[in-house]
Structures are given as C-alpha cells and as structure tokens.
C-alpha cells in the first residue's frame, strides 16, 4: 500500500501529519469478494489550500514572478525535465491506473504514452507559437508584435477516468504557457500523482505547481471563495463546475476551461454496412465500461433494419470478455465507483418500469463490482437512462423512420459534444453532415466518438464545454494575446 503524506507546497515536499482517508480498489485480491486497501491520502483542508494559493500567487506575482518573466527556452527545458523524469515511473502508474480505477493493461499503458506523446506534442507546439509570434505585423501604418502571455493562476482539477492524461491535458499547457497552479488530483486515480511529486518538486521553480490532495469542497472551495483564481480548469462534471464558480466573489473575471458532460449519439441509417457499425458502436459504448464523456450513449437506429441490428449486437455484446485489468484480451473490467453498480441498477429498474427490456442474455448482471453492458431498448425520453449521462455500461437504444427524430432529440438536449453517422453514403450526405456540425462540434462518419488525435480540437457546445482542448488549442486556451504596438511615424 502507498501511505501517501507528501504534498507539494511552494516547492517544499511537506509531511502531512493529519487525518487520513483510505484509497481502495473495487478488484478483490482475495476469492471471496473483498475491495483492496491500495493507500491512503491527506485529508487537507483550508489551510493547505490557502498555502498552495499563496504559493501560487506569489510565483506569478502579479505577472512579474520567475516563471511568467521566464524566457520561453528556460521553460521548456523545465517541462523537458519533467516529461524525462515522469517517463522513468512508467510502470509504476500504469499498474496504479489498473488497481485504482480498474482500467485494462493495455489501455492503462495507453494512457501513460498518450500522456508522454501530449507533452512532447505541447513542447513542439509552443516551440511553434513562440516562432510565429517572433515577427512584427503593420496595419494602417501601425506595427505590432503580437504574442500570448500567461492568465495567472489555474486552480485544476480532473475526472477519475482519464486521472493522468486528461488531468495533464489541462495542467500541462497552463504551466507552460507560464501560469501557475494549484492541482488537486481526483477521488479515483490519486495515488498515481504520487510517484511524480519529486518530478514536479525538481523541475519546476517553487509554487508553479502546487498540489493538494482532499476532498473539492474541503480545498478547491476556499481556493475559489477568495476570489484570487484567473482560470477555473475542471474536466469532470457540470455540478462540481458550477458550484466552484458560484463560490468566485468575482465571476466576470474568472475564465473557465471546461471538460463536461455529453450524450454523444449513433444514428445508424438504413444502408449501414451493419458489421463495420456493429464493431464501431460497440466500441464506443463499452470501451472502458462507457466511463468516457465521448461514449456512445444513446444509440438511434433506422426502424427497416433494428430487428437485425439489435439481433446480432446484442450477441457480440454478450460474447464480450470481462475479467480483472490484466488479463489477456480483456474488454469489460471493474467499476472503481463503490456505488456506481447501485446506481446503473436503479436506472435499469426505471428504464424496465416504463416499457424497456434487455436485449442480451448477459445485460444487466452483476458480481460485486463488475456489471455486464445491457442493451435497452425500446428507450423513451421519460426514462431516467435517457436523460442521464449515466457514464457506465447502458447502451439505450431508440428507432426512428425520418431523421429529424434524432435530429429533432439533438437540438433538445443540453449537450452537444459528438455524433457518430453510420450509413453507406454518408460522405456525400453533406447538408446533414452541415446540420450535425451545427449541432454538435464532431461528426465521426462510420466511426465512434472520441477526443484523440490529441492534436484535434476537443470541445462542445451548451452545457458539454468551455473552451477547446487539444495540442494546438489549449495553450491558447490558457493565455491571452498581447501586444506592444507603435506608429509609422
Ligand atoms: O471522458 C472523456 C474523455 O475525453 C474521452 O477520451 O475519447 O480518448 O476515450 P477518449
């Protein structure tokens, strides 16, 4: 087990002598089903959290400290320090990714290098922006040298299912960028920070990265309340989101960069080549139990060929293989969420009330932690699987004769991340592609939904995200255009 009590403040290691709360794995290590104590992590408080703030205030300092008055080659090679560094605990954090959040070997390993790719990738593109920004431009007799400077300070948080990369996503191109931060890691997947606190401690000036381990009411809270916050970064979901900025005094100053909720929809039209899709949406609703904001999770498919599609998805569904992270070929493991199986239950028993049933032998079936994907079908707007994101292992499916159904269901929602088109001749089918993309930010055509290649804008519009992500994206979403301009006189 990892008795975790380092945290880091101002550069210094502290030794956190407080209460504890203990870390465990929903896999059992024993036959009888029993989670695993894995560790234990600092209960901080407020006046940790009013430390790691001043800390941060006081590297930025108003625009003026080290970091953010740092030469853009110094920065990078710190960043160069770092990423070297963190490649060293490579199977350190992808055995913790697979205890911890129940993610499988090959995909916890994914996660690492895509990681190490994302820094590596963000260097070059700074390196990139730093060029193009070496030169003058003139308008109307006026010359200017336009460049980005940093925003101040990033409080930083993110979601359980991705702990390291799509936490990284945001704390990388913040720091580079020269902001400063305060990081607290997730309630999932926080053990893993820990073998890279001496990285951050030894490739950073003091107080440029500050991180804090707790629970978000106890330390991000009091952070916000204090109204010093520049950035509020969240990957996570829209409650959290909301209720730290409603503790900002000064919310009009405050810039969101925002990973939320989705409900990206198939629409399976009926000249859909039926295995490429069945694989595709399979994918897409089960990969990592359908914890992913790009899920697929609801599933609209055209009346002439549901029979034949539900038939034949609901098998490949059931011949899916579960079984603990490491295990050879596995596709379903764990849920690291204690009350998620509750949760699904719940929804399944709503969503069965009101007229679904479950397609696939297997769906719905439960041991301890693991839950068997359940194909629903038919799914009605009143059901409660419907209208949540649900993030776990439903695939609600709904048929429809006329696309302005699922058209009509898009326009109506609250979210608008994705959608995946399945039909033969979607590639020609360009004024509903044009209205997709008015709806959503990313129409995949015969393929599932998912944020990669990294270098692809990452976003969403109403309530699924603020700002873009990706290589290129978010360190301009981190920093803000600066000037120095004189005449032509
Ligand atoms: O949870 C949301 C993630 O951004 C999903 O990323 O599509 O690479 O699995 P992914």
Redesign the pocket.
């Known amino acids: 087990t990892i008795d975790q009590r380092k945290y880091l403040v101002n550069g210094q290691l502290k030794s956190w002598s407080g209460d504890t709360t203990e870390v465990y794995s929903t896999i059992s290590s024993t036959a009888q089903y029993q989670p695993t104590l894995l560790g234990s992590i600092p209960d901080m408080g407020e006046p940790e959290a009013m430390d790691a703030l001043q800390a941060a205030l006081g590297a930025y300092n108003q625009g003026q400290g080290v970091w953010p008055t740092m030469k853009v080659k110094d920065r990078i090679e710190c960043m160069e320090t770092f990423v070297g560094k963190m490649k060293e605990k490579r199977s350190t954090i992808v055995k913790l990714l697979m205890w911890e959040i129940g993610k499988s070997l090959p995909d916890s390993q994914k996660e690492f290098d895509r990681t190490v790719e994302y820094i590596e990738d963000t260097i070059e593109e700074y390196k990139e922006l730093d060029r193009s920004s070496a030169k003058f431009i003139k308008h109307q007799g006026v010359y200017a040298h336009i460049r980005r400077g940093p925003l101040g300070v990033v409080l930083c948080l993110g ?1 359980y ?2 702990p390291l990369n ?1 936490t990284f996503a945001l704390l990388i191109p913040a720091i580079i960028m020269g902001n400063t931060t305060v990081f607290k890691p997730a309630k999932h997947g926080v053990l893993l920070i820990t073998p890279l606190l001496e990285a951050f401690q030894t490739s950073f000036p003091k107080g440029v990265v500050n991180i804090l381990f707790g629970r978000g009411r106890a330390v991000a809270a009091p952070i916000m309340k204090t109204g010093k916050v520049d950035v509020l970064a969240l990957i996570g979901n829209s409650k959290s989101a909301n209720a730290l900025q409603d503790q900002h005094p000064k919310s009009n100053r405050l810039r969101l960069v925002l ?1 939320l909720e989705a409900k990206n929809p198939a629409i399976i039209l009926p000249d859909a080549d039926l295995d490429l899709t069945i694989d595709e949406v399979i994918a897409g609703t089960t990969s990592f139990n359908g914890q ?3 899920a697929l999770k609801v599933v609209y498919v055209h009346e002439e060929i549901k029979a034949e599609f539900l038939k034949r998805f609901s098998a490949k569904v059931d011949g899916l293989k579960f079984g603990n992270p490491w295990d050879q070929g596995v596709q379903l493991t764990p849920l690291p969420e204690p009350g998620k199986p509750a949760y699904i239950q719940e929804l399944l028993d709503d969503a069965l009330a009101k007229g679904a049933s479950i397609k696939n032998t297997k769906g719905g079936k439960q041991t301890d932690n693991y839950i068997w994907p359940a194909v629903l079908y038919p799914v009605t707007k009143d059901m409660r699987v419907y209208q949540e994101e649900q993030f776990g292992p439903i695939i609600p499916v709904l048929s429809f004769t006329d696309i302005s159904e699922p058209l009509d269901d898009m326009a109506e929602s609250n979210y608008g991340q994705q959608v995946s088109l399945f039909g033969k001749d979607v590639y020609s089918l360009s004024p509903l592609i044009d209205t997709l993309a008015n709806l959503v930010c990313r129409v995949n055509l015969n393929s599932s939904c ?3 290649p990294d270098v692809y804008p990452f976003t969403g519009r109403k309530d699924s995200a603020q700002a873009t992500l990706s290589v290129h994206d978010a360190l301009r979403s981190f920093s803000i255009r600066t000037f120095v301009a004189f005449k032509d006189n």
């Open positions: 979601p299912n991705y799509e990973g992913r904001c790009t998912q944020r990669g």
